[in-house]
DNA sequence: ATTGACTTTAACGTGACGTCAAACTGCACA
DNA sequence: TGTGCAGTTTGACGTCACGTTAAAGTCAAT
């Protein structure tokens, strides 16, 4: 029988541990001195203890490794924990060297430039959401600012303000200024079976804007026209950091745009680069 | 101006984030009525808030992210932080490869043996400690037995108790059971500076059990002539896990030994191999 | 009797929030 | 003017596996 102490002495863990363990029922004493409270363990007791230590160490909880050292749990059980954990493993792994990617193109972009920059760069996920919108080709820039202003009148007028959230313009074709592409509407909080017709006669239509998984989104702030500087840091992002895009981008007006000016975020969906 | 709800909204974080981040100051909004407290935030502030989730999302804690934010570092100290977390990251995506590889083999035991035994090798570390032994070749288990016998009847007769630890047997030669050469001796608390005599008038010498770094471990019952039932168990765990031998082994008894049985911990330094 | 080493319980701290709970505010509708 | 409901506030507790004091009691040797 060996005081706390010893124990922890000849099992190179803390005390604190020990009592810890004891405290939550995973390695009792063999004995408690009913008068002092003096823990006391047996040499016994050192083997559950390093099975503990043993299945801690390949990262389980010490709940999983509670439920595995009392056998309430079949070797197909077991199989499947650890399977769960290697999974787990796996992903975090993963995920560290992404991590590893981005500093390592941080730093590279410290050493080219001398600072950091650009850094607003960030990943997110977006649900899907009603889209009150309409879908022309466009010849210019020009004709979108007219369009974007003549939607944003029409749709504040006659949706209210509760229903409605961002304005979010969908570029479907490339980067191609002479024939654009484009969906101009906006997002909602909830379906609306009104139907809006702008003053050309033409209605707008409702659809889903599909959730998206990975969005590498940054934040932009002036003329719409040169929303292609903003695409130019999202494209150099993605190299860096091995993403690729993965569907059709889009900017979403945080402000309502006055005049020229506009914030707004360009978000690209984008997946893992295979390479 | 947004309150917290749309601001949150908008970014995609929760409401409890921007409150905490409030709260520690690492983001407070644009503006706060002073009658009811409500935040008020613009979407400037979704510039800075985009500037910490990049950063955190590299792994940085929010104190680190509050000084890089805060410009209260130059350009190399930002270097020297990101390099930093760079070490980190590499040290800990080693570690998560080594957990990979110990469940690994851990499924393939599942799947060869049906269920799971012998998880109770462990990775350890233990400092220098002053050593009491003599080093002595032996041919054969036998002798080893006999001046186990003798030295543990006469190193408790003549040092205390409480001066002390375990008896240990350090092997310098292979597996050989024909010559083997041995220190054994006991681990002390403090160095001492009495010599001690045996009976047949050889005398134990004061030496210094070398801290280790990495040593395998493991628990083993039953008579000192089986130790090497144990080695196998730890040679298989070492071959699996990718360790190789570092050094002489050692065992610890971690009761005296009473007739044949004993209890004691196996341990063998060892290094990540190579290959 | 007095040390000094050891042990006990209890409490707080860690990091970055999630999750209630209770009270208050803002706004639309009757 | 009241009512309802969605939104907001502060505050507190929980997370996970312990480390770190702190105050008080125990053990063995002198």
Redesign the interface.
Known sequence: MFRIGEFS??A?VSGRLLRYYDSIGLLSPQHVDATTGYRHYT?GQ??RL??I???K???LTLDQVAR?IDDKVS?DE??GM??L??AE??Q??SA??A??R???S??QQ?DEQ???KN????????PAQPYLSTRRRFGGMDDVVALLRTIVQTVTAQVPAGLR??LIVVAHSDFDDEDLDLDIGFGLAKPINRSITLPDQTSMTIAELPAVDALA???RRGPSEQSHIGFGALGLWMEANGYQIDGPSREVF??LPTGADA?M?IQFPVRKSTA
Chains 1, 2 share one sequence.
């Open positions: 002495r000849i190179r040499i050192l083997g390093n099975r230590l043993a299945l160490d390949l990262g595995l070797t077991i199989r650890l399977l954990r290697k493993l796996e975090s792994l560290e060297a991590r590893l981005h500093i390592e941080r730093l410290i001398g600072e950091l850094y607003d760069v960030i990943l997110k996920s977006t959230n961002e989104t940054l934040i945080l402000e914030v975020e």
